[in-house]
């Protein structure tokens, strides 16, 4: 395997990301989620451009747990700020910017090839491609501050 240093963005991430549509529920968006065995998704607008993304505990906390029916929310709703890196961007940046956002997941964006999302970085592509060190510092930043 190459060095760090000359790892890119797109070298580590996991390609074939589907997207729910912003105008699609959150129901939809937990079968997607199910089917797919992941616990987040971006979200596409009309242009098939990134606009956010949902986890599955945003749909337990903001939707399930005040009683909505999520047949009835669009996941666009629930999108906000999202935090993307260039595909080939240098697998470092790619963490420094999960660190300094204290974020676990991190859409990878072709930006050369119309800002299309080709891929996401989890943890657990950190974890194959990154050393011991850089982990322990990637899990001391992230989940420093977060409440138990």
């Known amino acids: 395997m190459a060095t760090n240093k000359q790892l890119k963005a797109r070298d580590i ?7 729910v549509g912003a105008h699609q529920s959150l129901f939809d968006a937990a079968q997607m989620m199910r089917d797919l065995n992941v616990g987040c998704l971006p979200i596409c ?15 337990v906390v903001k939707c399930c747990a005040e009683g909505v029916e999520p047949a009835t929310v669009q996941a666009g709703t629930l999108g906000g700020h999202v935090h993307w890196i260039d595909a080939d ?3 470092n940046q790619a963490l420094e910017s999960m660190e300094t956002h204290q974020i676990k997941r991190l859409p990878v ?14 943890e657990a592509n950190l974890a194959k491609n990154l050393s011991d060190e850089q982990i322990a510092e990637f899990a001391t930043r992230v989940y420093a501050n977060v409440a138990g």
């Open 109 to 122: 964006i072709d930006v050369q090839g119309g800002h299309q999302l080709v891929g996401m970085i989890t």
């Open 89 to 91: 961007a240098d697998a």
């Open 45 to 59: 607008g009309d242009d098939n451009r990134l606009t956010g993304l949902i986890t599955d505990r945003d749909i």
């Open 13 to 19: 991430m996991t390609s074939g990301v589907q997207c």
